[in-house]
């Protein structure tokens, strides 16, 4: 239960009053009462065709559309999960939204990277781009369902493509370039591109990667690419192939003729594919998660607009590379008319506080990194306010994994009078389940509610409902966003073992959650990798809050792993500073930390020293294919080459689990 003692920020009434959700709230006044977030979630997360009818028209898409959003049965169809048909009729196409502002007082995009200053693009300019590689693309013969895939960084080009092929009708997929070129065909053999567009390189922490042999390998690898569209991220221009392809035609982005009609955009069905995203592979085949034009749009103007408040004077930075669905969100900010920062580069260079010198050059005023970068800069003892002037900043979001309270500690007391906002959510909806508001205090340690139009609830595993108590993480109710359908997947097996296995009819996300009776939401980890000791769940994420706040300890993973025989191993494994030892008396303070902490079921078996902790690409723990290796499976089979940093210490757990022995040292502690 939240504590005054909890509470690290308040919108000031001014702050709510003027937010986008109380100006929501003011339209929905007369008809529907609401007096708060509570009501309003209560009402949105169970009146669904009343609530995106009025997101619908709040953002003016009745009167761009022509839709009639107040008909009966003309908002959600159907509300079988999966399968839920929503705005049957409708007709609109993402990237005509995206650039609908009319407002070149300011830019739509500012690209900076690690070299240079940077650089703004006007609506204009951007819809200029968009209309000369759509005009490309036609060239090329792309039309609708066609697939447009990239191998790009975070570049402006890369929102350009995206743009460029939704305006056709196509499909878009991106893989960015510090991809391993295997990681890179496990995704796009599935998606089975015509066009493929890739960067020659990219810089990152001061150094150059020149990607040209990666290009090559994974053009001459996908037979149904007829296109290769090329863009100079390191080099100046010189024309040289690419590729040993004979029948692979090769284009110059900056040699593509200028568009010679305006821009038109594909007459798009609510429910036309838009992209494919991807699963971080990691266990197994990549999963492509396919989402359309309309429930990608009106779930990003809800989300950003009436979650983030995101507002067209913004300038909206969010870190994370072009295969996290954190970029898709970033350009979702086109459609509020902000301003989004694309930053090519490392968060932690020159140095740590690489994010917030970003922010200070831009004129950020929206910023959004994992929780592994607050993390660092708490330990480091960051002084991002102190150091770097940062008067137009005004909200922080943080995403990815779950944050320690001193982690929250430190944001606050480091960013004063800054809105942090946690959120949580997922490359399946690309979008938040649970998120702040402007209307609600920000808590140590908790999300402050469930987002809007999400039906989110906390279940047992016989499917009751639970407050203050941990469950499974549950949507019981369709979101526009959910997945159209996996590639690959034509009678939606994969889709339904993803998701509604557990709980026919009800989408079980992999975590457990704790959802107070005020709202609040506590994650703890992913559900398939939760510790359960005597029949007691624990969430991982506690763990780590303890442990890597210890002095010495750099970073930490631990596994339970049920085995063949009954019994049940839990070992912690750490990583060290370099001249910090493993030694009996670190053993022995990290145990005392679990036990005074958290409770004597979280003390793990074993502690041991690893150097370094695997993770996706995206920087997530690697909990489930670590726990599977210790179950038995074998490296290959719970991890796609090129998809973990440091897949090496796959191979290391691996003869972890296969020692003769789980006594003596191993169990030192």
């Not at 595993?461 to 526009?480: F, H, I, K, N």
């Not at 973990?644 to 030192?668: Q, Y």
Request: glycine residues 10%; negative net charge.
């Amino acid at each position: 239960m939240s504590t005054d003692s909890d509470l690290l920020w308040s919108p000031t009434p001014d702050q709510a009053e003027n937010s986008n959700v109380a100006a929501f709230m003011r339209r929905l006044h007369e008809e529907r009462g609401l007096a708060d977030y509570a009501q309003l979630w209560r009402w949105s997360s169970t009146d669904l065709s009343g609530f995106w009818s009025a997101v619908w028209e709040f953002y003016g898409l009745d009167a761009v559309t022509g839709h009639p959003a107040d008909r009966p049965g003309q908002v959600l169809a159907d509300s079988v999960m999966p399968g839920a048909r929503w705005f049957p009729g409708a007709r609109i196409n993402f990237a005509e939204r995206c650039l609908a502002a009319d407002d070149d007082s300011r830019p739509a995009v500012v690209a900076v990277g690690e070299r240079g200053e940077p650089r703004a693009i006007s609506w204009a300019e951007l819809r200029h781009q968009v209309a000369t590689v759509a005009q490309a693309l036609r060239g090329m013969g792309v039309g609708r369902g066609d697939c447009v895939a990239g191998y790009l960084p975070n570049l402006p080009q890369t929102v350009v493509a995206l743009l460029a092929a939704a305006s056709v009708g196509a499909v878009w997929t991106v893989c960015s370039p510090d991809f391993g070129t295997p990681s890179v065909l496990a995704r796009l053999r599935q998606a089975r591109p015509t066009v493929l567009v890739a960067a020659d390189g990219y810089w990152h922490g001061g150094k150059e990667y020149d990607r040209r042999p990666a290009v090559a390998e994974i053009a001459d690898k996908l037979p149904p690419v007829r296109h290769l569209l090329t863009v100079d991220s390191l080099c100046t221009s010189s024309y040289q192939p690419w590729t040993t392809r004979a029948d692979i035609r090769q284009h110059t982005w900056s040699a593509l003729p200028e568009a010679e009609i305006p821009l038109s955009f594909a007459d798009t069905s609510f429910d036309h594919p838009l992209w494919i995203l991807w699963s971080s592979g990691t266990t197994g085949v990549p999963k492509g998660i396919v989402q359309g034009h309309g429930g990608i749009t009106v779930e990003l103007l809800k989300a950003l607009g009436l979650g983030a408040d995101l507002r067209p004077d913004d300038r909206f930075l969010f870190i994370g590379s072009t295969s996290w669905m954190v970029w898709n969100f970033l350009v979702g900010g086109l459609l509020h008319g902000s301003t989004v920062i694309l930053y090519d580069g490392s968060p932690t260079h020159p140095d740590g506080d690489g994010v917030w010198r970003i922010a200070e050059r831009t004129g950020a005023t929206v910023a959004g990194v994992g929780a592994a970068y607050l993390a660092a800069g708490e330990k480091a003892g960051a002084c991002p306010s102190a150091t770097f002037d940062l008067p137009r900043l005004r909200t922080v979001l943080q995403t990815g994994s779950s944050l320690p309270d001193s982690a929250w500690h430190w944001a606050h007391q480091q960013l004063p009078g800054i809105w942090f906002q946690s959120i949580c959510g997922g490359t399946d909806v690309c979008s938040a389940l649970a998120a702040a508001s402007a209307l609600l205090p920000v808590r140590t340690g908790r999300i402050p509610a469930p987002a809007l139009g999400v039906a989110l609830a906390a279940w047992d595993s016989d499917g009751r409902p639970l407050t203050d108590e941990q469950g499974e993480l549950v949507v019981t109710a369709p979101m526009p966003s959910m997945p159209l359908y996996f590639v690959g997947d034509p009678d939606g097996s994969r889709y339904r073992a993803g998701y509604f296995d557990t709980y026919p009819g009800v989408w079980r996300h992999g975590d457990w959650v704790t959802i107070g009776a005020d709202l609040s939401v506590v994650v703890s980890g992913r559900s398939d990798s939760t510790l359960n000791r005597m029949g007691v769940r624990m969430g991982s994420a506690d763990s780590y809050a303890v442990v890597e706040q210890l002095p010495g300890i750099a970073d930490s993973l631990v596994i339970g792993a049920e085995q063949p025989d009954g019994s049940y191993f839990m070992p912690l494994s750490v990583v060290t500073g370099d001249d910090v030892a493993l030694d009996d008396d670190l053993r022995a303070r990290i145990n005392a930390a679990i036990r005074r902490e958290l409770s004597p079921r979280h003390v793990p078996d074993v502690i041991t020293r690893i150097p370094a902790v695997p993770r996706t690409l995206t920087g997530k723990k690697l909990e489930v294919p670590v726990k599977r290796i210790l179950q038995g499976a074998q490296v290959a089979e719970v991890s796609s080459e090129g998809a973990v940093t440091h897949p090496e210490m796959l191979a290391w757990f691996a003869e972890f689990a296969a020692a003769p022995s789980l006594s003596g040292d191993r169990r030192a502690g």
